[in-house]
């Protein structure tokens, strides 16, 4: 029995497999796969928590379970890449290459293009360059680049230390993100004449930032003490009363 058990056993690892297959015609991508057990209980462990439901600021978490282990695995790649600590690949730290034409990028209509040549809605790319190194370049009409500028990194050291001292974590309403979970998100974007900012920027988790960016919630920085506030849309409060994160400053 114990060695029938280890045939099984390395039958299964040796079946893994991991596959991510363009759908023709769709914007998006089928993700299929088998998992020996062990892996996939090292999988279950780092998604289980992340993948509970999130209701917060008066709205439910209207994800499927599905929709919320896809929203978590995402989450845990996101916390992996901005670790530092992934292997190079071609010299560079792992990370995500979007070009995108500057006119594009301000009026969100048309797409952008990934590195392995696929393509990204515009608002996708506007939301992933709140917080990005930007390379600028001009390119010939055939796309070939002629010249390339210096890479800036919008939100880094002493901004990106005071946001993490002043909101703690992602600042929406309600959610418990710690900040190394958190994107620096421009109140009014950079391409809009946004600055960079600590009055014109907030932490906000990856779930969070995507819903600002795709719903009717307003955010500002308090004249008084200097806190993010959340404004809700009048679906969830007619009154629009500003709200804010209270569980990171919770005693």
């Known amino acids: 029995a114990r060695e029938a058990m280890e045939r099984a056993e390395e039958r299964a690892f040796l079946g893994r497999d991991l596959r991510l297959s363009e759908v023709p015609g769709e914007n998006r991508v089928r993700l299929s796969g088998w998992l020996d057990r062990e892996s996939a209980a090292q999988l279950r462990a780092a998604i289980d928590p992340l993948s509970a439901p999130r209701p917060s600021a008066g709205e439910p978490d209207v994800r499927t379970p599905g929709q919320r282990r896809v929203d978590a695995l995402v989450e845990v790649c996101r916390i992996a890449l901005a670790c530092g600590e992934l292997p190079a690949n071609g010299g560079d730290r792992p990370q995500i290459v979007v070009t995108v034409g500057i006119d594009t990028l301000h009026q969100q209509v048309g797409t952008a293009t990934l590195d392995d040549g696929s393509s990204l809605p515009a608002t996708a790319a506007r939301r992933l360059a709140c917080d ?65 900012s600590l009055d014109n920027a907030v932490l906000l988790c990856g779930y969070h930032h995507r819903q600002v960016h795709h719903s009717p919630w307003q955010i500002r920085i308090n004249p008084g003490d200097g806190l993010p506030e959340f404004t809700p ?12 994160n209270r569980y990171h400053r919770r005693q």
Do not use: M, N, S
């Not at 849309?233 to 804010?244: A, G, H, L, S, V």
């Open 132 to 196: 990005a190194a930007l390379l600028p370049a001009v390119l010939g009409t055939a796309g070939q680049v002629l010249d390339v500028g210096r890479e800036q990194r919008l939100i880094k050291g002493p901004l990106r230390r005071a946001l993490v001292l002043r909101d703690r974590g992602c600042a929406f309403p309600g959610c418990d993100r710690p900040p190394r979970w958190a994107d620096g998100h421009h109140i009014v974007h950079w391409t809009d004449g946004g600055t960079t």
């Open 233 to 244: 849309p009048t679906y969830i409060d007619p009154e629009q009363k500003p709200q804010r």
